[in-house]
């Protein structure tokens, strides 16, 4: 019996189905050793040394493990194909007591039997580059997150963290909010003319005043205009008739399809990560069993093996046809500063069609499977063809222009659509025009307009933004934008990221003491040394000792400064009734609380109890509904007549029954539906 070991348990049902009789799976669950969750485990003085532990809680996880290994024939670490998934493996034949050179490991990017059958045969020995990568990275994040949090906890409040990449990411958003705040307006006007041509009207906009650019800045200049060329007609100066080609979009990268999720199918960021590892490990699918549907899911290239390619170009050609296949395949280039590991995200097996498996997956799944099936489809199909006409007209000494846009041959559209952001261009198709000819005006408008502030940004433009300026890696995008949430430090107002005044304080003192470090091009540097050590085999140690060199010196400066952002006791009315002084109201580690104002002579202490925001009626009592929050910060309602009355909700309540069921009336997307029957209420 052969043993192969992997990662995630929900991929032991696909992996035993391709591999048969002879092979037993073993899943460890992620890690099995780490650095110790309370201490540092760092040897300092041996070069900071990582000094590794089991994970207590795996402990008889790899009791079995190694009861099973002593057992089979042969053992092959199938761990993930990235470098976190190469350092899983070192750590598994350190514990099994399997040398570093042995050829043990094999790797596949999709779960397919050809891929693991193919991978069976090509076992290699354990790429050590790739695993001191990954250890020069948790030693650095260790390094920051074991030395740098105690002191936001000391300067600012307790129970903060911070992060090498986490904290750079927090600035973008802080920065963005600062850029909005401190942005002034601008008026201007947009001029536009409606002009009919036989039965057809148009649209042409002001482009020009004698011959030069012109857009009016405020409400005089445009009544101007409107004065001048009110009650008069056009004339045609210029028709430019032209052909514009649209290319396919390349496959998804991690990135990519983090931001088209959201933009398209409106799934945040952490529902993204869920349903790409669901659809990469396996689902369940109506007569097919447990099968895996896409590539591995963290990845920064845009490449494909030609198999994947050829089978992609012949399923668009029988469903579209010859013509919307190109001659040659196309090929999309991998961004500078990509590692390249894998391929793209892609579905496995064309045949497997998001309407064929719809009515076996969640609906989450699905909108994810649909856009990456339609992306990789779309990726290797013709270009889409435009027929574009430009018309300059001229009135007075002003000209407008009209343009028009028509769809000669859809191409890769007729499979996928890409995004085109909240504001659409207005293209129209224009009226058959000569130059020479005049033209009537029907209507003349003058929209008063004002300059607008950059967009906030969202978790999708977020991605985007650490992607382009080399901050993090695809394994690190969802992870980093989630903590920011659960930490508090940024907030969402629909799709927006907003930093929360905690957030700010941070990176405020991060600004003051640790600006050397905490920036964007000093992270993207930190990230191309990780890439060095692992694509040139760099002494690891160097790239740490280097990196603490200088932290070091900006934690003695900030520690021992006077500088504090720690919010001042509030005084309340509430007398201590040991000593008879007022009670103020201080932040501890367990948030906030009561001390007397006499400490430290007294030493009393009272638990605080904030305010509970009223939203809405109890359905069984009538008691006030309130705010609150579960231990892991969740939001949920629950009766202020608590523990008397125990409703609660996970949406805020009416206080009405439903007249068809009985059940709690509740608010979800601005409309009153029932908890138990689901029927809309009016």
């Given at each position: 019996m052969n043993l192969v070991i992997i990662e995630a348990p929900a991929k032991r049902e696909t992996l035993k189905k391709y591999l048969g009789e002879g092979y037993d799976v073993f899943a460890t669950k992620g890690h099995i050793r780490d650095l110790p969750q309370k201490s540092y485990g760092l040897d300092v003085k041996n070069r900071?040394?990582?000094?590794?532990?089991i994970m207590p809680e795996k402990k008889e996880l790899i009791n079995e493990l190694k009861r099973k290994a002593e057992k089979a024939d042969k053992v092959f670490i199938a761990t993930d194909p990235d470098r976190e998934g190469e350092a899983i493996s070192w750590h598994i034949a350190y514990v099994l007591g399997l040398p570093p050179e042995k050829k043990c490991r094999i790797e596949f990017h999709e779960i397919s039997q050809k891929a693991v059958q193919n991978a069976l045969t090509k076992p290699r020995a354990i790429d050590l580059k790739l695993v001191d990568a990954q250890q020069a990275r948790r030693v650095l994040d260790r390094i920051v997150g074991y030395k740098l949090s105690p002191i936001l906890c000391k300067k600012i409040k307790p129970r903060l963290s911070a992060g090498r990449v986490q904290s750079v990411a927090l600035k973008l958003v802080v920065d963005r909010e600062k850029e909005i705040e401190a942005f002034v307006p601008e008026e201007y006007w947009n001029i536009s003319a409606i002009m009919q041509k036989g039965k057809d009207n148009f649209k042409a906009s002001l482009e020009k005043k004698n011959g030069k650019k012109f857009v009016p800045k405020n409400k005089q200049q445009a009544d101007e205009v409107v004065n001048d060329v009110s009650g008069k007609k056009f004339e045609v100066s210029n028709i430019k008739r032209s052909v514009t080609k649209s290319h396919a979009p390349a496959p998804f990268t991690t990135s990519t399809m983090q931001q088209d999720a959201l933009n398209k199918a409106g799934l945040s960021i952490k529902r993204t990560t869920q349903s790409a590892q669901q659809l990469y490990e396996g689902v369940d699918i109506a007569g097919e069993g447990k099968i895996a549907l896409i590539t591995y899911i963290r990845t920064?290239?845009?490449?494909?093996?030609?198999?994947?390619?050829?089978?992609?170009r012949e399923f668009a050609r029988k469903v579209y046809g010859e013509k919307y296949v190109p001659e040659k395949p196309n090929i999309y280039a991998t961004k500078q500063n990509a590692q390249d590991a894998h391929e793209a995200i892609r579905p496995i097996n064309m045949n497997m069609t998001p309407e064929k498996v719809k009515q076996s997956l969640s609906a989450d799944n699905y909108k994810l499977y649909k856009l990456i099936y339609e992306r990789f489809l779309a990726s290797q199909m013709s270009e889409a063809v435009y027929s574009n006409v430009t018309a300059n007209l001229t009135c007075q000494n002003y000209d407008f222009k009209a343009v028009g846009k028509t769809q000669e041959f859809a191409g890769y559209t007729a499979a996928y659509k890409e995004y085109e952001g909240d504001e659409k261009q207005e293209i129209s198709k224009l009226p058959k025009l000569d130059e020479g000819e005049s033209v009537d005006v029907n209507q003349l408008k003058?929209?008063?307009?004002?300059?607008?502030?950059?967009?906030?940004?969202?978790?999708?433009?977020?991605?985007?933004?650490?992607?382009?300026?080399?901050?993090?890696?695809?394994?690190?995008?969802?992870?980093?934008?989630?903590?920011?949430?659960?930490?508090?430090?940024?907030?969402?107002e629909g799709k927006q990221l907003i930093p929360t005044d905690l957030g700010r304080k941070v990176v405020e003192y991060l600004e003051k003491f640790f600006s050397s470090v905490i920036n964007v091009k000093f992270t993207a540097h930190m990230e191309q040394r990780l890439d060095d050590i692992a694509s040139n085999g760099e002494d690891w140690h160097e790239v740490v000792e280097s990196f603490w060199n200088g932290f070091s010196k900006l934690l003695l400066a900030s520690d021992s400064s006077g500088y504090s952002l720690r919010a001042e006791p509030v005084e309340t009315d509430i007398i201590c009734e040991k000593c008879g002084h007022k009670m103020?109201?201080?932040?501890g580690k367990y948030g906030k609380f009561l001390g007397c104002s006499n400490f430290p002579k007294c030493r009393n202490i009272k638990q605080f109890e904030e305010e509970k925001k009223v939203v809405g009626k109890c359905p069984e009592c009538g008691k006030d509904m309130v705010e609150r929050k579960s231990k892991r910060g969740k939001v949920f309602f629950s009766c202020s007549g608590y523990p008397e009355c125990k409703f609660m909700s996970w949406y805020p309540t009416t206080g009405e029954k439903c007249s068809n069921c009985g059940g709690a009336i509740i608010i979800k997307n601005k409309q009153k539906i029932c908890s138990e029957c689901k029927q809309r209420q009016d």
């Open positions: 900071f040394e990582p000094i590794y532990q920064d290239s845009t490449r494909v093996s030609q198999d994947a390619q050829n089978a992609c003058a929209e008063q307009k004002f300059t607008k502030p950059p967009a906030r940004y969202t978790e999708a433009s977020l991605v985007k933004a650490m992607e382009e300026k080399g901050i993090g890696r695809p394994a690190t995008y969802a992870a980093t934008i989630m903590v920011l949430s659960s930490r508090e430090y940024v907030s969402k103020l109201i201080r932040e």
